[in-house]
Structure formats: structure tokens, C-alpha cells
């Protein structure tokens, strides 16, 4: 049974207006402050002891006459909204039961920044051909998610339907109830879309069909997920976002299978390509699927904090936890490292220093509560793997940061130095955690455009607001400007609005002034404002030239593109060659004319000489002159056998019949062979194979075993499952259970 969550609140600053000018004589000596003349009145929000509230209340009554109780709150917290005096709320925050919560907001309806940022705001001053205003009116937009509080002020008048595919109902409210398994995911991500009321989504007008397919702690299955695709395929919704996914970066995996479909049904699909950056082949299903809109994450304009030391050349970039305070200037703080960030690991001399803790072991708030405690200046939490992370605390007071495994082993070499922290401002920079493509098997360039994923500030369950980060904040943004180009386009096929978004992003640079590979961020950050009025397209917005190999002496590779004109006058495409590379020859089609209303197909020809070509991923960007724009198009092709992960995704469940287990994994080129060792958790000693297949095929290899096939005792075990490919071997560790005791 869903249960009411409680709620947290989220303070703003307070706007007040300036006084008006006049002329004033200054006495002699300034008068004591009169408590019975209020100044300009204030208001801000205390929280009170509960067992003092009745007290406080008629403290208010006899000795501050003057002030004013707004608003009383008892779910949230024992409190209220108070008016008065400058000096008299100054007076009763000093009370020692009495938390001052800060002041109250000046509050209008207005756009998130970042929906400005990506050219929003100037769309909603245009006008459809039936003389409306493209806030996405009469779209259907469809979440697949954790659910929605459809009673939230800003989205209940856009609520419009869905299905509950955990529960099986018509009602898919978020999960509430214990924090351990309450969601707020999806009511975030349909905020950015279509809020409507404090604040406001990208397109504020649209129809939100909810589907809800992740439960109780945000999880869910590809049976849930591939149920919700279908359903909002029956309801004819015109946009679905997904805002999930899982580590499997495959073509052909179902999520990603089911959701070309919906394309091939007319919807514009858009994914989220996961948190799993910077490093290659991290981008997961179903933001794999070839027809979908992948999208990765940017930053919109923020304060940005970085870590200087003596030893290091390069600032380290620091990602704040969503949930910890907020970090500040600090200048020669010391550093000390705490192992995993348990309490028995800090040294003695944590106080007023940096901690640096490996992620791995214990939860990260606990973590930041041990170097809460220990009086810390902060704490700095370095990936276990290669790459970034980006995560979410749980009222932290202190500042906390992910920061990459790479920078964490640098600076735990660096402990004798001091470090700096610094602010610095940033925007349409590429975000470190956003995933990396390209995708296993078609090497086709995922994500296929970005949009600002850090900082969103959203709806929340509880008629609340939060910021979060990640490439799920950034995908909701696209699928609302695809519900804006939708409504001014509404013969546009999902191939004709996927490459509107990406023929007119912007690619972004880093900050070295180079390019951002496409495989970081497709054809770049999204203007909606350039989508909605381009009147020339190029279909598709990528190109990819397959694999060349060694031992041929020369190779052609070809991609056909298809020019459609939509304005009322002829319009003329042209390419720009690229800059002579070795080993590279291209041929372009002339310059081509298309008729109004009109579209012509070309081909483009790679022709290669594999001799000097480098092994590994060639990418980079052709640039066309269509009509008055100019379109970069991302493009990519292989040279030899891509150092691609060879094993991903395993999961072990039961089985559907008595006495077996399942086991599922994904090989993106098959294999030699594949295995599954078991270890003793505590000792690792040796215990035996699980299973072990040689000339598996390529894609999920999905295998029963029953007890007769499992020559190991119940209990829990260390697996490592490998792979191997020619000279090539992937591991995964996993912790498991064979417990077929439980099955009976």
C-alpha cells in the first residue's frame, strides 16, 4: 500500500522591494530601537520543539505583540511562517528551541534557468499555426519512471493518465512511506517537463502520462519497463521519456529493442544514457537504441568548486553530493585519508582538515557523518573504478565531493601538501559523470545530443523542490523541447525532430578550447529555440562508416543522408571537406538544390587505406552549409577490433522451475570462452565454477542450471565472471547467494 511520505522543506532567498528615496535629518544620537514600531516588516520560517510549541504560541502573544503567525505547520515540522520586526524574529531565533529556517520567498511562476539556458523561454513567444503558444499544448508526453505525486500544485493540472506497472493499477503515484524505499525520481523528471506553477518546465502546457514501472527504492525490471513502452504506445503518447537505465551497452538488448518500436509507432523516444563517465563504452539501455534520442548531460551557467595542490598540474574537479552544504572558498587545508570512510579509520588529526575516503564499503552518508564528527573541513569521496560518479547524502552539514579514482590516488600521494578550494563559474561544459558511447556491435555515436543535467531544481513529492544531478535531469529537458518542436511541427516524423535537435546544437568545447569527442556528446548541447525554427534537415543527425580492417589495401565505406527542405523556397546544400588526414579519402555529393517542400537523398564515401590507420575509435565532425545554417554532423568508424567491454550485465535469480537457478549475461562480440569462479567471501579460497562455456555466441546468453548441475554447497560466494575474446579478457565481481534451500 503506497504510504504518505514526510516531506522536507526547501528554502529560497527573500526579494524585498527597495524603499523609496526621501530626505532625512539624522539626529544627534540614533534612538534605541522601539519593538512596539516594527521596522520593515520580515517574514521567515522557524521550526519549534514540539513540547514548546503551545508555549512559544503564547510567548508570541505577550511579549510580541507585533508579530504575526502566517501560517502554522504540524506534518512537515512543528513550526510556522512568522511576520514581524527585523530585531523582534532576530530575538526569537536566539530562543534555544526555536530553529530559524530562514526567510520566505518572493515567489513568482517563472522558468528554471536552465530551461532560459537552452532557448525555452524565447519559444514560448512563438505561435503554432492555430494561433497558440508553443508551451507544448496538446502533446502528450509519457514518463516511464518511478511514478509522479500527481497532487503536487505544479502537476496535477497537467496529469493526464498512465498506469502503475509495479502494482498493477491505474493509479502510479510515487512509492511513500520509510526513506529507505520512498522515490521522488520521477516526480522530479516530470517537473522539468511540464511543472506549472511555481515553477516551470520546458513546456508548461503538455499532458503527462505517467508509467510508473520502478517500485520501492527506485527499481524495477526490463518486464516492468517493456509493459510501460507498450502501454503508452496503446494511449498514442506523442513523447516518452526514460529516464533509467542498467550497464548494458548493447544494440540489441530488449529495453533498447522495444523502444525502436515505439519510434516505428510514431513516438519520439528519449533516453537517458546514464551516470557512469567519463570513460568509453559506459553509455547503458535503453539509451542504446538506435532510434531513440540518447541524451548525455551538461552544465547549465553554475558555481563550479575545484581543488588546487602543489603537486598536482591540473585542478581537480569536485562533485557535490546532493543532500551535503554547499562548498565555500578554503585556502591551505590539509589533508588526511580516512580508508573506506569508516569512523575507526579517521586519524586523530581529521579536525579542520580534508578527508579523502574510497568509496566502496559503507553508504556515503554514513561516511560524511564520520567526518561530520570528526570535525572535518569536508570530505572527498574518490571512485572505486575508473572514472567519475556523481551521488546524494542525507542532511550533511559539512561539504562533500565525488571526485574520480584517478585524482583520488594522486591525491592521497599528495597528503604532506595543503590544498585550495575555489569557485569558479561554468557552463556547457561536458559533465564528467555523464556516460560515454559509442555503442558495442553498430559503433553508433551515442549520447546523440546533451542538455544541462547539473543543479536542476524540480518538483518533488510533498509540494516540495530539490536539485538533483545527472543525465535524468537532462533528458526530461529534451523530451520537453521535442514536445515544443512536436507542437509546431506536427507532420514531423520522430527522424525528421531527433535530427531538428541535433542539426542546430551547439558543439561544446572543454576548457582547452577542444572539441568534446562526439562520443561525449553527440552533435552537442540543444538550442530549442534554432529546432523549432530550422527550416533545412539533415536525417540522420550522425554517420557512422562501420570497421576497417588490417590486411585489406584499401577499403570504401559508405553512408547515405536524406536533405529535406521545409520552407516555401528552394534551398542549397553543400559540403565542406575536412582537413586531409592520412590513410582518409572522402567523396561528396555536389552541391545539391532541393525544391520546396521537398527532400533528395546523397551519399557520402569514406574510402580508407587501413595501413595508416591507427587501431581504436576515429571520430570527428562534417560540416555542411544547408540553406543559411550550418550543420555539424558528427561522424565515426573503427579501425580493427575496438577495445570494447567483452562481458556485461550478469544477474543470478532463480530459476522458473523447482531446483534451478538462472543466470543472464551480456557479450557485445561473444567469446572464446566465459566462466563463472566462486570464492569463499571471507578467506577467497577457491571454491568451483558455477558454470563454464567456451564459443559462446555474441549478445545475452541466458542459461538455467539445475541442482544437479551445481557442484557447490548453499551459501554466499565471491563470483568472478570472465570472459575472453582472443587476447582479450574481461572481469566482473559480483557477491551472490545459491540458496535453493528457499525454493521448497
Request: glycine share 10%; net charge neutral.
Amino acid at each position: 500500500m503506497k504510504k504518505r511520505m514526510m516531506s522536507f522543506f526547501i528554502l529560497f532567498s527573500l526579494l524585498l522591494p527597495h524603499a523609496s528615496s526621501a530626505t532625512y535629518t539624522f539626529p544627534e544620537k540614533p534612538p534605541l530601537p522601539d519593538r512596539n514600531r516594527p521596522d520593515k516588516a520580515a517574514r521567515r520560517i522557524f521550526a519549534v520543539a514540539p513540547e514548546r510549541w503551545e508555549a512559544f504560541k503564547s510567548e508570541l502573544k505577550t511579549d510580541f505583540r507585533n508579530v504575526e503567525i502566517r501560517r502554522e505547520y504540524s506534518e512537515v515540522f512543528k513550526g510556522a511562517s512568522i511576520e514581524g520586526s527585523s530585531e523582534d524574529l532576530a530575538l526569537l531565533s536566539s530562543r534555544p528551541y526555536v530553529e530559524d529556517l530562514g526567510p520566505v520567498a518572493a515567489y513568482k511562476a517563472e522558468a528554471a534557468d536552465y530551461v532560459a539556458f537552452v532557448g525555452g523561454d524565447r519559444v514560448r513567444g512563438l505561435f503554432d499555426g492555430e494561433n497558440q503558444r508553443l508551451t507544448g499544448k496538446g502533446i502528450k508526453v509519457g514518463v516511464i519512471d518511478t511514478g509522479m505525486d500527481y497532487r503536487h500544485p505544479d502537476l496535477r493540472k497537467n496529469y493526464a493518465g498512465g498506469y502503475d506497472l509495479v502494482d498493477d493499477d491505474r493509479d502510479p503515484m510515487e512509492t511513500m512511506g520509510d526513506e529507505d524505499v520512498a522515490t521522488l525520481h520521477g516526480t522530479h523528471v516530470a517537473g522539468i517537463i511540464a511543472a506549472n506553477g511555481k515553477i516551470r518546465g520546458i513546456a508548461p502546457d503538455a499532458s503527462l502520462y505517467i508509467y510508473r514501472a520502478l517500485g520501492p527504492g527506485g527499481t524495477g525490471t526490463s518486464e516492468q519497463i517493456i509493459a510501460a513502452i507498450d502501454r503508452a504506445v496503446k494511449d498514442k503518447v506523442d513523447i516518452l521519456n526514460l529516464s533509467l537505465g542498467n550497464d548494458v551497452n548493447g544494440p540489441d538488448w530488449p529495453t533498447s529493442l522495444a523502444l525502436n518500436k515505439a519510434v516505428e509507432k510514431g513516438i519520439v523516444a528519449v533516453a537517458a544514457g546514464g551516470n557512469s563517465g567519463p570513460g568509453k563504452w559506459t553509455l547503458g539501455s535503453p539509451g542504446t537504441a538506435e532510434k531513440a534520442i540518447s541524451v548525455g548531460a551538461s552544465t547549465p551557467p553554475i558555481k563550479a568548486f575545484t581543488l588546487r595542490t602543489s603537486g598536482m598540474p591540473e585542478p581537480v574537479r569536485l562533485i557535490p553530493f546532493q543532500g551535503a552544504a554547499q562548498w565555500k572558498t578554503i585556502r591551505s587545508a590539509g589533508m588526511v585519508y580516512a580508508g573506506f570512510g569508516r569512523e575507526k579509520e579517521f586519524p586523530a588529526d581529521s579536525k579542520g582538515k580534508l578527508v579523502i575516503a574510497q568509496r566502496g564499503k559503507i553508504p556515503f552518508t554514513e561516511m560524511a557523518l564520520a567526518a561530520q564528527k570528526k570535525g572535518a573541513a569536508g570530505i572527498l569521496v574518490h571512485n572505486n573504478q575508473k572514472g567519475s560518479f556523481s551521488g546524494n547524502m542525507k542532511n550533511i552539514t559539512i561539504p562533500a565531493a565525488s571526485i574520480s579514482k584517478e585524482d583520488g590516488l594522486r591525491l592521497r600521494k599528495l597528503l604532506h601538501e595543503r590544498a585550495d578550494i575555489s569557485q569558479t563559474n561554468e557552463q556547457d561544459t561536458l559533465a564528467s559523470f555523464s556516460s560515454r558511447g559509442p555503442v558495442t556491435g553498430n559503433w553508433g555515436i551515442k549520447p546523440d545530443v546533451v542538455a544541462p543535467g547539473v543543479e536542476i531544481l524540480s518538483t518533488i513529492p510533498g509540494n516540495q523542490y530539490k536539485k538533483l544531478q545527472g543525465t535524468s535531469m537532462a533528458s526530461p529537458l529534451v523530451a520537453g523541447a521535442a514536445a515544443l518542436v512536436k507542437q509546431a511541427h506536427p507532420d514531423w516524423s520522430p527522424g525528421e525532430i531527433k535530427a531538428a535537435l541535433m542539426n542546430t546544437a551547439k558543439p561544446l568545447m572543454d576548457r582547452h578550447a577542444a572539441l568534446y569527442e562526439p562520443i561525449g556528446q553527440g552533435a552537442g548541447r540543444i538550442d530549442v529555440w534554432k529546432a523549432v525554427n530550422t527550416e533545412v534537415l539533415a536525417v540522420p543527425g550522425s554517420l557512422v562508416f562501420s570497421q576497417f580492417s588490417s590486411g585489406q589495401r584499401r577499403s570504401v565505406h559508405k553512408a547515405r543522408l536524406n536533405l529535406i527542405n521545409h520552407s516555401g523556397k528552394v534551398q542549397r546544400f553543400s559540403f565542406i571537406y575536412p582537413g586531409r588526414a592520412d590513410g582518409l579519402t572522402w567523396r561528396f555529393p555536389k552541391t545539391q538544390y532541393v525544391q520546396p517542400r521537398s527532400s533528395r537523398e546523397v551519399e557520402i564515401v569514406l574510402e580508407g587505406t587501413p595501413i595508416h590507420l591507427a587501431d581504436g575509435t576515429h571520430q570527428g565532425w562534417l560540416k555542411m552549409n544547408a540553406g543559411r545554417e550550418e550543420i555539424d554532423i558528427p561522424y565515426l568508424f573503427m579501425m580493427n577490433e575496438p577495445d570494447y567491454p567483452r562481458l556485461m550485465g550478469f544477474d543470478l535469480q532463480p530459476g522458473d522451475e523447482p531446483e534451478t537457478l538462472q543466470y543472464e549475461l551480456y557479450l557485445p562480440g561473444g567469446a572464446d570462452e566465459i566462466g563463472i569462479a566462486l570464492y569463499d567471501p571471507a578467506s577467497y579460497h577457491f571454491i568451483g565454477y558455477l558454470d563454464w562455456v567456451k564459443n559462446a555466441g555474441k549478445g545475452r546468453l541466458k542459461k538455467v542450471l539445475s541442482r544437479k548441475e551445481i557442484n557447490v554447497p548453499d551459501g554466499p560466494y565471491k563470483a568472478l565472471i570472465f570472459a575472453e575474446k582472443g587476447n582479450s579478457e574481461d572481469i566482473i565481481e559480483a557477491v551472490i547467494t545459491i540458496d535453493f534451500h528457499s525454493q521448497h
